[in-house]
């Protein structure tokens, strides 16, 4: 392969203002998952906000979200305790303050939701906690069982519907991010459902587009998790941080040939046991909490025991579980195991791991700014430094909450101390023709795919690392050329994009911490690599 540079656009599409239909907004969102929901919703509070998400309200990682959202609610609980196990699992990388801030604002967060109409579920009339791994306490309360995403997002969804001042825009593909001559962002451009493009010039901009799963062959993420918004920030000029810790979930269902759908962890926080084929419970060898150990150690064991035992996958034992209760407790789980002839009661749930939660993301300040001026970011497109190099379950919707809180604040803040100016922009973007081949884009997704859960995988190594990054800028060479018309073409060369930078922070990263082990470096390295990896 030679060494030629791919090409760098700044934007993906030609862009003039003549031609393109434009409107104004005092703030405009793009995504509707925890994290933009509930930005918009505080952002109405001091202008007219539109929410974009480019499929339609519902389909977002968090409407996937199973097990639950973390909060100390509990009298044998603290936020001390809360603190102490996410810095814990943060492998050093955590900011205490950020971590201090999300895990006391918690609570009022919490009863907000239940006002508006998210039910969580209760025993005996106290909302019920469960325990998932690296928590010390059951702290993961739940709603309608192992749905509580939907719960979530059908409270929030409901408050946004009652805002006479938020305008939504389904099926609506934001393309890139609009920057003026001092790089501050105006806005977006997008595409519409009818294939026009659109231009939506905002005073702030929040950006909430979701995690980058779909970068991954096995993941447990829906169809949209394609990194949108940390490619858009890059192309801005973002600091992107961190893109090295992918977090795996180690339970994935795995049956040939369906959609990797997750085993929500609060299965083995409520007894299930992890077995090999040949029916040996493995986890004790492996760290003293067993089963609720953080992820990243379950899920290198999972992977040990199957190179072990040569197999594919490995087991999740609820043979013990009260049938009815399991049914009750869990309804999309058993719906799912039933749909697959998987009678719990006598059969082990074939599972193993696969990508999951994007760590990483564009970098923000403790009032959500991004590098970029008027430029908000929040939830998992976000890097806030809660997490650090590994995230403890359930504290991803509680992030997305409470950053998504402070960033609609944020920008409605700036409204109010200052008149927005929104006036009529001129903007030319031209865009060389290429006369390269025809693409099948398909291909070139599902190839990234393959490579990055190969290369850049569970564990990883410098020559697998490099020859990821060669491999990518030779596809960037004939995909980043070209003018697409339609979201799977634009998404193909996001997901180029940031599959790159993930490469890249991974190599640089020459130690292992967290959810990113390297094989040739096996240890953690805190002379050198204590700290962030800033991309941009
Ligand atoms: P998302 O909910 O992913 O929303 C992203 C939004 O951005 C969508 O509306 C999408 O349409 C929009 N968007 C993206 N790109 C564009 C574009 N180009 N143009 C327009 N719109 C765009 N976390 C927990 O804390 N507890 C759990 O129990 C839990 N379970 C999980 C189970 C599953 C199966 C998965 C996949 C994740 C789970 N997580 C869980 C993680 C958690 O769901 C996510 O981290 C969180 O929901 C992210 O919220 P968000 O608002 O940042 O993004
Ligand atoms: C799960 O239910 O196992 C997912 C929880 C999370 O990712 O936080």
Known sequence: MTSKQPEFRRYLVPINTLSTPQFFTDCLVIGSGVAGLRAAIEASAAGS??????????????????????????SDDSFDNHVADTLATGGGLSDPDVVTQVVTEAPALIRELIEWGTDFDRVNGTIDATREGGHSRARVIHSHGDSTGRGIAEGLIKKLRAADNITVLEQFFAIDLLTGEDNECLGAIGCRANGNLQIIWAARTILATGGAGRLYRE????????????????RAGAVLRDLEFMQFHPTTLYIAGASRALITETLRGEGA????RDGNAFMKDYHPEAELAP?????????DRMLRTGSTHVYL????????????????????????????????????PSAHYMIG?????????????????????????LHGANRLGSNSLLEGLVYGKLAGSAAAGDLRRRDPHLHHRSFVFEVPHSDRSRLDTEDVRNSLRALMWRNVGITREQTHLIEAQEIIRFWQRYVMDKVFETPF???????????LLMARAAEARAESRGVHFRKDYPKTDND????HIDLS
Request: hydrophobic share 40%; aromatic share 6%.
């Open 361 to 385: 993301g564009v970098r923000v300040d403790r009032a959500a700014a991004t590098s970029i001026p008027n430029l908000y970011a929040c939830g998992e497109a976000a890097s806030t430094g």
């Open 489 to 499: 073409g634009w998404e193909c060369q996001n997901m180029l994009t940031v599959a």
């Open 49 to 74: 906000v539109t929410l974009v998400c480019k499929g339609t309200l519902e389909e977002s990682n968090t409407w996937n979200a199973q097990g639950g959202i973390a909060a100390v609610l509990g």
């Open 273 to 276: 046991i992890l077995r090999d």
């Open 219 to 234: 993941t447990t993420n829906p169809d949209g998790a394609t990194a949108d918004g940390l490619a858009m920030a890059y």
């Open 295 to 303: 992820r990243d150690v379950v899920s290198r064991a999972i992977l």
């Open 317 to 352: 034992d609820i043979r013990h579980f009260d049938k009815a209760h399991f049914q009750k407790r869990f309804p999309l789980i058993s719906e799912l195991c039933g749909s697959f002839d998987i009678n719990v009661s006598k059969d082990m749930i074939p599972v193993r």
């Open 528 to 531: 050198h690599f204590q700290k």
